[in-house]
């Protein structure tokens, strides 16, 4: 009867250690985008994308709720499909990229509210300003193949660009601005695991 308990035990304790093991996944940078989109003279929209940038993402739990996520984007990647609005987005107006050309993130906490969707909080650094921001996040699903496991997530918020120093204001003739100051940001990754 020991010997039966001690083999539970054991057994036991290698599930648990298992059920523990930690999954670490790499972005597939050919199938992800960062986007963003901001207002323009009020009543239409600019948007971009980075075309540099990369991630991590670290759980132990299958439902992702202990998952720790970083990410760095290039701020010199910028790309509007406007050679000059994107040097005046990586002048000091905006972004001043030569002084500061990474924007960061990273995890706090991930939390499951319902079915496929969770918040994803964190800490936001642009220019040498970090706040906290809140993700609405939602999970695609896994798929194991030829080519390993993959998962997918898309996660968006929006920001005040003024919070991080991004202080270019000028007005229209109505008094609306003429770059809003709310930018809504939209990033879809699809990871790999890494083995």
Request: proline share 2%; aromatic share 10%.
């Amino acid at each position: 009867m020991k010997k039966m308990n001690l083999l539970l035990a054991i057994a036991g304790l290698f599930f648990v250690s298992s059920s523990m093991a930690q999954t670490k996944w790499k972005l597939d940078k050919g199938h992800s985008v960062v986007r963003f989109s901001v207002s323009h003279m009020v009543v239409a929209e600019a948007e971009g994308t980075f075309k540099m940038w990369d991630g991590t993402v670290e759980h132990t739990k299958p439902d992702f709720t202990d998952a720790k996520v970083n990410f760095s984007i290039d701020v010199n990647s910028i790309n509007t499909d406007n050679e000059r609005r994107d040097g005046h987005l990586k002048s000091d107006d905006f972004f001043n990229a030569e002084k500061f050309p990474t924007i960061k993130f990273e995890s706090t906490s991930m939390q499951l509210v319902s079915g496929n969707k969770y918040k994803l909080n964190g800490n936001l650094t642009i220019r040498d300003v970090t706040k906290p921001v809140t993700f609405d996040v939602t999970y695609g699903g896994q798929l194991a193949g030829a080519r390993g496991t993959k998962a997918g997530f898309k996660a968006t918020t929006t920001i005040n660009r003024f919070d991080y120093g991004l202080k270019w204001d000028r007005a229209t003739e109505t008094g609306g601005l003429v770059v809003g100051k709310d930018v809504e940001v939209s990033v879809k990754v699809e990871l790999d695991e890494v083995k």
